[in-house]
């Protein structure tokens, strides 16, 4: 499996976020005894107003906290994520306190996906009775080419790795609204601009539209995703791009 790299294409903004919050979190572990918002942006280099909202999003994920004097210093959260001990446990109870959020923000259900040895894996959800996940009525490994999240997923790859899953996995039709031709597909996919979110309209079930958004760490491909009753829709896009803008913290967790 190999991934795509489209020539001359945008960064993300999530990753363009990430790149600055890592600069500050380094500045931050570095002075150690604190530092201030003046010396963080002369230091990184960045602008005062879009220093004030990374230190805002990393003061709420716990990863800097302010002493008496105003300084900041390293959080609770960066500490126990850089524990070697109960690592991973701490990285999953991170993400999902930070999925909850974003369940409350969007009102939807929300899902983070990985694509591990050729598989699409589910790895956490944030759900509850006001946003219902939806029925996973076929197995959302089968199901790639009708689901926001594993188109996502396979516009991550290449064109070798998006035909080798394909190869494996027939595409059936599950709604009427199922794209169930390869070349199609496939088309759609080459045309899927990086920065705007991949929706299902109905195509993996009647009564649930999604969307989903890449996060790409590394050489690991994932995105988050969200689900929404189909009496919902007219709420999809805008609930898509809040997803997107507040993808940052998701990968910011992956990334440290």
Request: charged content about 20%; some cysteine.
């Amino acid at each position: 499996m190999a991934l795509k790299h489209e020539q001359g294409a945008s960064p993300h903004q999530p990753h363009e976020a990430v790149q600055h919050a890592l600069r500050v979190l380094e500045t931050v572990a570095h002075r150690g005894v604190g530092v201030t918002d003046t010396e963080l942006a002369r230091v990184t280099g960045l602008p005062a107003d879009q220093l004030t909202i990374l230190l805002r999003m990393l003061r709420r994920e716990g990863y800097v906290q302010q002493n008496a004097d105003g300084a900041y210093i390293t959080g609770d959260t960066l500490t126990r994520l850089g524990a070697a001990e109960g690592q991973a446990a701490a990285l999953t109870a991170k993400l999902q306190v930070t999925l909850d959020r974003l369940r409350e923000d969007v009102g939807a259900a929300v899902y983070m996906s990985r694509y591990v040895d050729g598989e699409i894996r589910i790895t956490q959800i944030a759900a509850g009775p006001e946003t219902p996940a939806v029925n996973e009525w076929v197995d959302f490994r089968v199901s790639a080419h009708a689901s926001a999240i594993g188109k996502s997923l396979l516009g991550q790859l290449d064109m070798n790795g998006r035909r080798d899953h394909l190869s494996r996995h027939k595409m059936a039709r599950l709604t009427s609204r199922t794209i169930t031709n390869e070349k199609v597909l496939l088309s759609r996919l080459a045309a899927q601009p990086a920065t705007v979110p991949v929706l299902d309209l109905q195509e993996y079930a009647v009564g649930t539209v999604c969307a989903a958004v890449p996060i790409t760490a590394g050489a690991s491909v994932g995105c988050l995703a969200l689900s929404l009753p189909v009496e919902h829709a007219h709420r999809l896009h805008d609930a898509a791009e809040q997803l997107n803008k507040e993808a940052a913290p998701v990968l910011l967790s992956l990334a440290i």
